[in-house]
């Protein structure tokens, strides 16, 4: 029987949260609906949208309403680090980004909604986390601090950007979770943190040095025992495509002590890898936020979400399970998605994770399962 020191560590990932928006507008606490896009100028369309695909919504809903039936899962699953990349400010500043044709902002009073699912740590360095100026940005952290929600990869500074966050497991273990962004997804080169000036942890490109950058400061903090989490926004909103570039970075990552690739910026899940034994997620697709009811791009089904549960061996980091929980966004609520709809996901992680080795099986339960193979041999792709 195993003990708790040889049993794996367990983490909850999942792609953007975005509560921002539509979704702080049925909240207990909406903030200003202002907004200044193209077609849309008030927050509260995004919830009329919703409602003529799926419903009427309540209002005001509970803090737990957006998160639905991730929670149960969480509390099914017992992950021992919880991580979400929070991709939205969370200010009452009216500072629009110039430049920028969309904009996410929650009121801090209802960052309660985001305490609700209890997360380790907040990665922010994303493309909408300064949306609303640089003063909108050290309001989110402090607003984030004052709730007791730990955050990497925005910062006053660019120490306190690129630091990472810490979570201790145990005495001999603990997860480190390090954030970056590329102006791939989106993030302007200005939203750099500087010396003195709050910002990003914002990668220039996915060179070699940019990654010896990163090796670097991974091999700095990084103890035996250390499980290493690399969570990056890159790439576009759309398409399954997964660059060379993109592949090589996360392979030279891996190769410099990095356990797990934590990859978003996609609407939708994109493939799949293992590497030399450690998990590869190139796009983890969106969770939560409030595109319900916008069409153009229904090819990707991207009111499908993910929750991956990843587990990994005590010690060494090297991948142990993945297990990943089909939901549908209804009514700005996550439901278990139905059994066509989960099988649709397993077809389509299968055909896109193929070129890299990777294949999921569909579980009696309806959760989809990596392969056990590809997790034990740790098999590079040669992609």
């Known amino acids: 029987m195993s003990g708790v020191d040889d049993a794996p560590v367990v983490l909850f990932l999942c792609g953007d949260v975005m509560l921002g928006r539509g979704v702080d507008q049925i909240l207990p606490n909406p903030g200003d609906p202002e907004l200044r896009e193209s077609y849309v100028r008030d927050a509260r369309t995004y919830v009329a949208l919703a409602e003529e695909a799926n419903g009427p919504i309540p209002r ?39 430049g920028k044709s969309v904009h996410y902002r929650m009121n801090p ?22 949306d609303f100026g640089r003063q909108g940005l050290v309001e989110t952290l402090a607003t984030l601090a004052a709730a007791g929600l730990v955050t990497t990869g925005a910062g006053r500074d660019e120490a306190e ?9 145990d005495e001999q273990c603990r997860v480190l979770v390090f954030s970056w962004g590329v102006p791939s997804s989106g993030i302007p080169h200005s939203w750099a943190a500087g010396h003195r000036r709050p910002g990003v ?18 091999q700095a903090v990084k103890r035996p025992g250390d499980v ?3 969570s990056i926004h890159w790439g576009p909103n759309w398409g399954y495509g997964v660059t060379a570039d993109e592949t090589r970075f996360a392979h030279a990552l891996v190769d410099g002590g990095v356990d797990i690739v ?48 990843v587990s990994v061996e005590r010690g060494t980091g090297t ?65």
């Open 109 to 130: 009073a209802n960052v309660p909604c985001l305490s609700t699912v209890s997360p380790d740590v907040c990665t922010l360095a994303n493309n909408h986390v300064l």
């Open 60 to 98: 005001p809903v509970g803090w737990a309403w957006p998160w639905g039936a991730a929670l149960a899962l969480l509390e099914q699953r017992r992950p021992d680090v919880r991580v979400v990349n929070l991709e939205t400010s969370v200010t009452s500043s009216d500072e629009f980004a110039v």
């Open 228 to 230: 290493v989490v690399a």
């Open 161 to 169: 950007a690129w630091r990472p966050a810490v979570v201790p497991v």
């Open 319 to 383: 991948l142990d399970g993945l297990t990943m929980s089909p939901l549908r966004a209804r009514k700005m609520r996550l439901e278990p998605a139905p059994p066509s709809d989960r099988a649709w996901l397993r077809d389509t992680l299968n055909r896109i994770s193929a070129r890299f080795g990777a294949s999921v099986d569909l579980g009696s339960d309806g959760d989809l399962i990596l392969r056990a193979t590809g997790a034990r041999e740790g098999r590079s792709s040669g992609a």
């Open 201 to 218: 942890s914002v990668l220039t490109d996915l060179s070699p040095t940019s990654a010896r950058k990163v090796i670097e400061r991974v």
């Open 262 to 309: 934590h990859g978003h910026s996609s609407h939708h899940p994109k493939p799949i890898e293992v590497y030399r034994g450690r998990l590869v997620l190139y796009g983890c697709g969106d969770f939560i936020n409030d595109y319900e009811g916008i069409g153009g791009r229904d090819e990707f089904r991207d009111e499908l979400r993910l929750m991956y549960v």
